[in-house]
């Protein structure tokens, strides 16, 4: 279902309880961009907290534009899964209510805009009826600020005084205007028949000078005036008669009137607010990117320190799930091919795998076989079904398989842990616990020329044997060797030589990091380990560590191309 400004209001008055029931909440983001350079693109021996700081530098100027979330919720009785479907535009809009006089500013990627645009986006839909959203903190902000004026405003009535900006003495030619309109008022109170009167067209300057006059001569106590549009889109000012407790009862309309308009500024943010608060299993696919905008864009500036993002998206999803990691981790890396979204699922049509049902909710479009990838919410529907695919899966090796296995033990060791693309060593950010810390004392930074090819690097540590090369710009990049005393050579001789040569440096992992501690691998077991019980029967049990792959040189400026 496409949610815009125009149906939002509907839909978020029944999204709660279909969040409340749902089992799985999935979850997809498309943006305006991924990374602002080259500098922060992927690199293999990124550290999580490298990565982190690169796209939080790198990325957060985008915005995201669309968001996928799917619900699938398990029926007992029909024993197959109800899933509700929702893309929802979202757009940041200026409103001058507010006082955001600057526009919102983002950043645009020309290739991710023709991508979107190559898969049918909608850009006019989304300037026009894209949602706003708003964060918590900009929320109190702005919430405070009508307190105090409102506060403000009733203490001058009560005071009978006013707070009218003077703006000197009256210039000859605006005399006659204000004159007259000083005039009309005196009419009104005057009246016993007239309730209100509309004083003559003005702009900004002569309304000024039109209140100070009047305030001067009259007070505040015995009238509501207020900036009207006439026509011609000119402006005036209407002044209403009013006791001093019906201007209090207006101040009150008004400020409520007020409040409620800043509660709808929050627009989408309430949808993850609510996501947030029922604490669902959100699934995603390579969702870091997904995850980091959601937080940034709808609940809180991201922070600059990478555990203390770790404990905020914990507290913000409790229970998150990467379908990407779990493609990419053993049973199902042995058997599976592809781990990019599309090719995946196409895979999971074929044996080992049976996909369970999954049925449409009544009043949402059917998805089924529409192939319309890259828009969000279909893009959550796909990941959504492949986690389904997966966990039943993994609990066909039990010896009595649930029918509904979305909360099996076999799925704890992917929980909370996000898919880090291209990292050879350090498949995944743990948000539980510490993150894996690798070996690294076989890998060394290296500065060189800019003319520099993998050719020259690779014949600089020719002496100590052959070499995985993994770019970081035009003069960096890191260099592995294959073992441990070719590592020592390269500190003892290279290292110690490069400091004089006034071409190239070379430094260990270590000193170019020196925050990082390498951790011996365990054994580098399936997540998925069987033991014997009693009885000579067979069961699974989870294990917390999910298998480590194995160094592949990776090429200069490769963006990920298997989302």
């Not at 290279?494 to 054994?523: N, T």
């Amino acid at each position: 279902m496409e949610v815009l400004r125009s149906n939002f209001k509907d839909v978020l008055e029944n999204i709660g309880a279909i969040i409340e029931e749902a089992d799985i909440v999935a979850i997809d983001g498309e943006f305006t961009g991924l990374r602002g350079s080259i500098a922060g693109k992927d690199n293999a021996m990124d550290s999580p907290s490298d990565r982190y700081h690169k796209y939080l530098t790198q990325s957060m100027d985008f915005i995201l534009i669309q968001f996928g979330l799917v619900a699938f919720t398990y029926d007992q009785k029909s024993k197959e899964y109800i899933c509700h479907p929702y893309s929802f535009y979202t757009f940041p809009h200026k409103d001058d209510k507010f006082n955001q006089k600057n526009n919102y500013t983002f950043l645009s990627q020309s290739s991710c805009i023709n991508f979107l645009i190559s898969n049918d986006f909608d850009f006019n839909k989304l300037f026009k009826e894209g949602i706003p959203y708003m964060k918590n903190d900009r929320f109190q902000v702005l919430s405070a600020k009508v307190d105090e004026k409102y506060k403000e405003k009733e203490l001058l009535l009560e005071n009978d005084s006013s707070k009218v900006h003077s703006v000197g003495a009256v210039p000859e030619d605006q005399k006659q205007l204000v004159d007259e309109s000083v005039k009309l008022i005196e009419g009104l109170l005057d009246s016993s028949s007239l309730s209100t009167v509309n004083l003559p067209v003005c702009n900004s300057y002569q309304r000024l000078l039109i209140y100070e006059a009047i305030d001067k001569q009259f007070g505040c106590n015995k009238l509501h005036m207020e900036t009207v549009t006439a026509d011609g889109n000119m402006k005036r000012i209407k002044a209403t008669k009013l006791s001093k407790e019906h201007k209090l009862n207006k101040l009150k309309e008004n400020k409520e009137l007020e409040m409620y308009e800043v509660e709808e500024a929050i627009g989408f943010s309430k949808v993850i607010q609510l996501l947030s608060k029922k604490a669902k299993l959100i699934v995603g696919h390579n969702m870091f990117l997904d995850l980091l905008h959601t937080v940034d864009k709808f609940i809180v500036k991201l922070p600059n320190d990478y555990e203390e993002f770790k404990l905020l998206l914990h507290e913000v999803f409790p229970r998150v799930v990467d379908t990407k990691l779990i493609a990419l981790t053993a049973p199902f890396k042995d058997i599976i091919s592809h781990s990019g979204l599309e090719k995946l699922t196409k895979e999971l049509d074929k044996k080992p795998f049976k996909k369970p049902t999954i049925k449409i909710a009544e009043n949402f479009p059917d998805l089924e076989g529409k192939d319309k990838f890259h828009d969000a919410g279909y893009d959550a529907y796909i990941t959504g079904t492949i986690f389904l695919t997966f966990a039943h899966y993994l609990d066909s090796f039990h010896q009595s398989p649930n029918i509904h296995p979305t909360n099996s033990p076999l799925i704890t060791p992917f929980v909370n842990k996000i898919f880090m693309m291209k990292s050879p060593d350090i498949p995944y950010m743990n948000l539980n616990d510490s993150d894996p810390t690798p070996d690294r004392t076989r890998v060394f930074h290296a500065t060189f020329p800019s003319q520099w090819s993998t050719n020259d690097l690779r014949e600089l540590f020719s002496p100590y044997g052959n070499i995985f090369v993994h770019w970081v710009d035009d003069c960096t990049a890191y260099a592995v060797v294959q073992s441990s005393s070719a590592a020592q050579l390269v500190s003892d001789q290279l290292c110690a030589a490069s400091g004089s040569s006034g071409v190239y440096s070379v430094v260990p992992y270590s000193v170019k990091h020196p925050g990082y501690r390498s951790k011996p691998q365990s054994g580098g077991e399936d997540p998925i380990k069987r033991r014997k019980l009693s009885g000579g029967r067979v069961e699974t049990e989870p294990k917390s560590e999910v298998k480590v792959n194995s160094y592949k040189e990776t090429k200069q400026f490769d963006e990920p191309a298997d989302w």
